[in-house]
């Protein structure tokens, strides 16, 4: 068997880890050793100093849902009073808010809607693509695309391809949590299966979407299980590279039905060590700071991440289960400069935009 301090330096090279080594790593590896794994992985993947980051917004259009997660507390059941959908004009007016706060990308998420059709979105992404052409639609997720697929008897490549005519460009990798059976049943019992999920984006990415993946973590899952899940992702990502980033975060517990403790800030660390080394076809990883604040998100960047998501102008789902942490501009590049690294925007697709002035240059 390999030592740990062999496993660690091959997977720092971008060495591939097996499922069972991927597991000690997690369980056994000191964690500053990790991180310092995870960074040179980084660095050597990504040289220099760049950071970056996207403007964006996610507009949460519905909180009808017919899934109902445990661990969710932003969702309403069908006709429950405090259910709620916006009209296409209130999700205009929030995309114009941000872009004139120019954003360059829109996240429009919500719960799984059976009264809303595919037309529904088909209208509205028209008039995002056609208003805002310089914001990109990143939008839905799994979830309700199958929810769209279900309710209008279509397959989910038809969905997407008329999603995708309409004007969204890429596909959130939500609803993922942890890809696993049992855990599936546990917390999103209505939610469909891990096949299912992968089989979803790997649709999205035939028809040349670029995705991302999530991981929730923090529930009720095992260590072994947060490496099941990436594996699954590594598979789907070696048949068709589709995957631009992954974005662990961890679960909020505080308001929902499910309840639990929220994992601590080392944990977080690991967890985002352990998935640049097993993720070794993964471009990118994003420190999600929305659930562990910005502080943490800032120790992110030396344990492999090299990019640090989006200012998330509105958003209600992870607020709705507990979490107070908002971002400026301002606030994401300051983080970013007292890291030692530089703050870029990016795109959806990860182009650098260097003709959008930073806002701490101002
Ligand atoms: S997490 Fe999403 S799918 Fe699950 S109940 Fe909440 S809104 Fe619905």
Avoid at 279 to 285: K, V, W
């Amino acid at each position: 068997m390999s030592s740990l301090a062999n496993l660690i330096d091959k997977a720092a090279t971008g060495g591939r880890l097996s499922f069972d080594e991927g597991v000690r790593l997690y369980r056994e590896g000191d964690l500053h050793e990790l991180g310092r794994a995870a960074h040179a992985r980084r660095m050597q993947l990504f040289p220099g100093d760049v950071v970056t980051y996207v403007i964006d917004t996610t507009i949460n259009y519905t909180n009808v849902c017919n899934v109902h997660c445990t661990f969710c507390a932003f969702f309403r059941p069908e006709k429950h009073k405090e259910g709620h959908t916006m009209t296409h004009d209130m999700v205009l007016e929030r995309v114009k808010f941000a872009a004139d706060q120019g954003a360059s990308q829109i996240m429009i998420q919500g719960g799984v809607n059976p009264e809303i059709g595919l037309e529904w979105f088909e209208r509205l992404f028209r008039r995002v693509a056609a208003e805002y052409p310089d914001v990109d639609i990143h939008s839905l997720s799994v979830s309700e695309v199958v929810g769209l697929s279900t309710v209008e008897g279509l397959p989910v490549r038809e969905v997407l391809g008329r999603l995708q005519a309409a004007g969204m460009k890429s596909l959130p990798g939500a609803g993922a949590e942890i890809l696993v059976e049992r855990v599936r049943k546990r917390i999103s019992a209505r939610k469909i299966k891990p096949d299912a999920w992968l089989g979803v984006m790997r649709e999205a990415q035939l028809l040349g979407m670029p995705t991302t993946a999530t991981m929730m973590f923090g529930s009720i899952e095992t260590e072994e299980e947060r490496i099941e899940h990436m594996n699954v992702l590594r598979e789907l990502q070696d048949e068709t590279g589709g995957f631009t980033a992954f974005i662990p975060w961890y679960y909020v517990p505080f308001k929902t039905p499910l309840r639990g403790k929220e994992a601590m800030g080392l944990e977080y660390l690991r967890v985002l060590a352990i998935s640049r080394l097993y993720l070794d076809n993964f471009p990118h990883l994003q420190a999600s700071w929305l659930t562990p604040g910005m502080k943490l998100g800032q120790l992110a960047l030396f344990y492999g991440c090299d990019d640090m998501g989006g200012t998330i102008i509105e958003e209600q789902v992870v607020h709705d289960a507990g979490s107070t942490n908002e971002a400026t501009r301002r606030d994401l590049e300051k983080t970013i400069i007292g890291a030692g690294f530089r703050p870029v925007i990016r795109d959806t697709y990860w182009n650098l935009r260097h003709d959008v002035a930073l806002a701490t240059a101002s």
